[in-house]
């Protein structure tokens, strides 16, 4: 019986690893990372747009049928997409390739599938500063692209919030100082 119960509990474990992941991050989405030179405005709209809704006819723009609200566990997790933005060295100045991945940017939030949604920019830094300096900088970071979308390209300064949060939220903790620590991440709201 021992040996059996061992077993039962063995074949449990992956089970049980992944729930633990789902508990430890919920509403969490998938984050899609884009290099500056990779994003599309198709791509970062199918990452930030919102989803269909349940038996909806995309066609008919309508649902085939009633079907009553499921109780549901938890909220879906925001739409999240980060955008590798490079800044010139220590500043939240926008460098030239930066800009011209936010046109792209700004091209997707004016889209039919976005333009009605909010989003929250958040600021992200590598922990090569101390905290309080990234921070701040991850702040300014957020601020000047929120600023550039609003100046350069009109987008409604209502559907945009500047979020810094420096070096806490590491898409890469094995290698701290890669690239996609230091990011701007739009999570639809």
């Known amino acids: 019986m021992r040996a059996a119960e061992r077993r039962r509990r063995a074949a449990a474990l992956p089970l049980l690893v992944a729930l633990a992941a789902l508990v430890a991050a919920p509403g969490r989405a998938q984050e899609r990372v884009f290099g500056e030179q990779g994003l599309t405005e198709k791509a970062l709209v199918e990452a930030l747009g919102a989803p269909a809704p349940r038996g909806a006819d ?3 723009g309508a649902t ?3 079907r009553p609200a499921q109780p549901s566990a938890a909220p879906p997790a925001a739409a999240r997409a980060s ?3 490079t800044f010139v060295v220590g500043s939240a100045e926008l460098t030239t390739s930066a800009r011209a991945a936010l046109d792209i940017v700004a091209r997707a939030l004016q889209s039919e599938r976005l333009a009605p949604r909010s989003f929250t920019i958040e600021g992200h830094a590598d922990p090569r500063g101390d905290d309080a ?3 701040a900088l991850s702040q300014a970071r957020a601020r000047s692209v929120v ?5 350069r390209h009109g987008v409604a300064a209502a559907r945009l919030e500047a979020v810094g949060f420096g070096s806490t939220r590491l898409l890469n903790p094995r290698d701290l ?3 996609e ?4 991440t ?3 709201r």
């Open 58 to 60: 995309p066609a008919l």
């Open 64 to 66: 085939r049928g009633f």
């Open 83 to 85: 955008i590798l933005v």
């Open 133 to 135: 300096a990234n921070l």
């Open 147 to 151: 600023d550039y979308l609003v100046a």
């Open 177 to 179: 100082t890669a690239p």
């Open 181 to 184: 620590n230091r990011r701007v």
């Open 186 to 188: 739009l999570v639809a």
